[in-house]
């Protein structure tokens, strides 16, 4: 992966607080408050009233959302690494994608709160999102992992990284520029620009783990996966630039096995239905089915350009989806992986993060900025919805319950946190159904 400089603002001086919250304390069925009514933020009433889902004030601009829209799609540069091999076989890579009907109305507008405000530091990087319930949502600030309840629009701190305070939750590390998040159940666990691992358990004020996992120079970790195999117990994986996936046990953090590559490795993904295989992407177009026991190859998946810095496995364990910086998602079925199944294209930019539902139902695409793309998986993906937005997207993500999915925006004036509820869920209850 290409490296950046960074340049972040000091971070937040929040509490840190209990963080749990309880689903079955709240009503499923969410009013609006008093507490709609602020600046910061926007409701489905207002949108319905004519308001922009952002609060972006467009009848004070100079220029129409449509033109702007225009000029973006028009100027957008999408960056690229091999681009002589994308630019000469661009005319087969669109006759390849798939033809989809869009308009489909999957999830719809719930809130948009500009209180929650995501910083990217890596602009290659973008799983800086997770929700732990339809209410609880982990981001990060500057160097800090912040909580936000959807309910009680409170953000408290989870991990101080600065490096700079008493309070900083890894001082043996010093400064940890948080460069990914992953959070399951209650582990919070922070990736680092210098191979930095940090772990939370949410239970706990100490860290359960603060380490490097790598003495290289270019160590980045760039990803993190917390999984349970169903041999029992939870798995940390982490994907890192020194070209290694690292498998540790959470129960003693030791390192469990290691798989080494030729290049720089992106993200990595263990199968849902089989303990030993994991899914590999990075600073090459072929992405790699391992064998986690034995370290060796199980297939390679050949199709797109570019490097690829997403991937994904649908709760079955068959389908795989790989995302890449030839802005395009390849669908695969490992069961026969000599050809991918579909190809999926974005509007603008490379594909940079990618998110199944829990269900199965929905597959979520995230462009680098502006456009998040969802796909109906039971229509063999024929059918999407578009969210069409202004800002860098820092995460996708959909509650554990899939009735909920959350998009973060980094932006210097819009930063925000948008929520759509599922369609079909909220006419069931409209109707009693649930």
């Known amino acids: 992966m290409a490296e950046q400089d960074v340049d972040i603002a000091a971070f937040s001086d929040d509490e840190v607080v209990d963080l749990t919250v ?43 959302r449509e033109h702007y829209r225009d000029t973006r799609l028009e100027d957008y540069r999408n960056y690229l690494n091999l681009k002589d091999e994308v630019d000469a076989h661009q005319e087969e890579l669109v006759q390849e994608c798939l033809s989809v009907q869009k308009g489909g109305k999957f999830f719809d507008f719930y809130r948009n709160s500009r209180s929650v405000k995501s910083t990217i530091v890596h602009f290659q990087l973008r799983n800086l999102l997770w929700a732990t319930s339809k209410h609880d949502l982990y981001f990060m600030h500057d160097h800090c992992v912040k ?63 603060s380490m490097r996992v790598t003495t290289n120079d270019n160590g980045i970790t760039n990803a993190i996966e917390i999984f349970h195999p169903r041999t029992g117990g ?6 890192n630039n020194d070209q290694m996936v690292r498998l540790y046990d959470a129960a003693h953090f030791q390192v469990i096995s290691g798989l080494h590559y030729d290049w720089a490795v992106n993200f990595a993904a263990a199968c849902p239905s089989n303990d030993s295989l994991v899914a590999v992407v990075g600073d090459d177009p072929v992405a790699q089915l391992t064998d986690l026991k034995t ?11 570019d490097y690829s810095f997403a991937a994904a496995w649908h709760p079955d364990g068959n389908l795989l989806a790989t995302g890449n910086q030839d802005t395009t998602t390849r669908i695969w079925d490992i069961r026969q992986p000599g050809k991918s199944l579909a190809v999926l294209s974005g509007r603008m930019g490379a594909v940079r993060s990618l998110r199944f539902s829990s269900d199965g139902r929905f597959l979520a695409m995230a462009e680098p900025a502006d456009f998040v793309h969802v796909f109906d998986v039971k229509a063999g993906f024929h059918r999407s919805q578009e969210i069409d937005m202004f800002g860098e997207i820092s995460g996708v993500c959909f509650s554990p319950q899939a009735d909920k999915f959350f998009v973060g925006i980094a932006d210097a004036t819009y930063s925000s946190l948008l929520q759509f509820n599922c369609h079909e869920h909220q006419s069931l209850q409209q109707h009693g159904s649930l």
């Open 22 to 64: 309880d689903d079955e304390d709240w009503d499923d069925i969410e009013d609006f408050s008093d507490l709609e009514q602020d600046l910061e933020e926007t409701t489905a009433e207002d949108s319905r009233r004519g308001k922009d889902m952002q609060g972006i004030p467009w009848d004070r601009m100079q220029f129409s």
């Open 147 to 209: 909580h936000w309840n959807s309910l009680t629009r409170q953000t408290a701190e989870v991990m101080d990284l600065s490096g700079g305070s008493s309070r900083s939750f890894a001082p043996g590390l010093g400064r940890v520029v948080v460069s990914t998040l992953c959070v399951q159940d209650n582990l919070v666990a922070a990736g680092g620009f210098n191979g930095d691992l940090v772990i939370r358990n949410t239970s706990q004020q100490e860290p359960v783990c």
């Open 234 to 239: 939870t798995r940390i994986m982490t994907a």
């Open 295 to 305: 370290g060796k190859p199980a297939a390679a998946l050949k199709g797109h350009l």
